[in-house]
């Protein structure tokens, strides 16, 4: 059975999040759970999410879900901007909602590069680098 459609394809949060993401070498999109994903070999980011919280499940609809580097994870985690995304946090992924305004673009496109290199190949890698 499919899930539900999680998202709108004319959110201005989610068409800049596209272009970041489209922009990097050999990047498939595809909708997992309901939601955008995008990918390589394995996917590196995800549009929009949720968390636990003592009062149940809490949507995230305009977040962005990725992997940071290992060094990155305790500064991010004493940063109050970012969170503990359900499902994909065990894994190791944090979140950071777009739609704050102490969240800039090119932060959010360092995140996504950052977490498009924990799943890239050394192909893909040299080709990112000569960008």
Known sequence: MAHPQMYDDADP????LREICLALPEVEE?????RPTWRLAKQFAVYGGGRRS???HVRHDHA???????????????D????VPA??????????????????WDEVAELVDAS?????NKRQLAALDET
Do not use: C, K, M, N
């Open 80 to 83: 109050e901007r970012f969170f």
């Open 87 to 104: 499902y994909y946090g065990p894994s190791g992924w944090r979140a950071v909602d777009l739609d704050r305004e102490d969240v800039g």
């Open 30 to 34: 595809r909708v997992s759970h309901g």
């Open 116 to 120: 498009y290199r924990t799943v890239a």
């Open 54 to 56: 003592p009062e149940g």
């Open 13 to 16: 949060l989610l068409q800049r």
């Open 64 to 78: 962005l879900l990725f992997v940071p580097e290992g060094g990155e994870v305790a500064g991010l985690d004493a």
